[in-house]
């Protein structure tokens, strides 16, 4: 797995709510162009949002949520043998 895509799971909720800081949010959107395993990464996470109901309402997502759904994309990223290469 690279630095990157390390970069993008501890980032992925910030980069969804608009809240990165514009050095960092380059960087993501320029990984994301190069590695179509994080922008389906990222994809997936919209989708799961989705489907609970936050994205649409754009509303404040709570701290046990976003912790919930990184712990499910960590794990999902550790199982997922295509970016340990
Ligand atoms: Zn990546």
Do not use: W
């Not at 799971?9 to 395993?37: F, K, Q, W």
């Amino acid at each position: 797995m690279s630095v990157m895509c390390r970069e993008v799971v501890e980032n992925i909720i910030g980069y969804i709510e608009s809240e990165l800081d514009g050095e960092t949010l380059r960087d993501l959107e320029a990984h994301l162009h190069e590695c179509p395993e994080c922008l389906e990464f990222v994809n997936t996470y919209k989708k799961m949002l989705e489907m609970a109901g936050k994205l649409r309402e754009r509303s404040f997502v709570s701290p046990e949520v976003r912790e919930k759904l990184k712990k499910v994309l960590q794990s999902k990223l550790k199982s997922s043998s295509h970016l340990e290469t």
